[in-house]
């Protein structure tokens, strides 16, 4: 049985995120895969379509409407892959006890502004030219791994090599965990 995989989106979702597809095409033959349009489960109006527009809904109560969403229709636990505002989500839904196995947060919203941290692994990506990524001293304290793409900004995600690493690491991670086998004794 493939472990399962939720994917949350940026805060764009589907609308401007054809490059998820490179994501599930390389990763749907691996993972059971549930993904989430975050505008979706934030019930932001279709029809925003500016930065500006998307953060206020977020800030004005979309954040906490996809958190609801989220903790009511997941309770398997389940690898995550979020992008941007879906990191924010997945690691808030964590703390009020969504069952995650693993985190992978590509450019969190906000996260450096949080104390608390879910109770499972995360990883952390980040371009180097985002401007509100977690300090060391943060990391030191919360006990995250972080990586820094050099070169790249906030939506790092959409970028070819990004999705390539991004994926890889995760068959890696998932390779490691199936092929580590118990030594069990022999039944006669």
Request: proline content about 4%; hydrophobic content about 40%.
């Amino acid at each position: 049985m493939a472990e399962r995989l939720v994917i949350l989106s940026d805060m764009w979702g589907a609308k401007k995120g054809i490059w998820i597809t490179s994501y599930l095409g390389y990763l749907q033959q691996y993972f059971d895969i549930v993904f989430y349009d975050i505008r979706q489960l934030s019930d932001i109006n279709p029809k925003s379509d500016t930065v500006e527009h998307v953060c206020e809904a977020l800030n004005n109560g979309g954040m906490n409407t996809a958190l609801a969403q989220l903790l009511r229709k997941e309770s398997e636990e389940s690898h995550y892959l979020t992008f941007c505002a879906g990191g924010t989500i997945a690691w808030n839904a964590g703390l009020s006890g969504l069952p995650i196995k693993s985190l992978t947060a590509i450019s969190p919203m906000n996260i450096h502004l949080l104390k608390e941290q879910p109770d499972c692994k995360i990883n952390l990506l980040y371009g180097e030219y985002h401007e509100d990524k977690p300090t060391l001293e943060w990391l030191s304290v919360m006990d995250v791994n972080m990586e820094i793409m050099p070169k790249f900004g906030r939506e790092l995600y959409s970028d070819d090599k990004v999705i390539q690493k991004v994926c890889m690491d995760l068959l890696d991670a998932l390779l490691k965990n199936t092929m580590s086998f118990k030594k069990r004794p022999l039944v006669s």
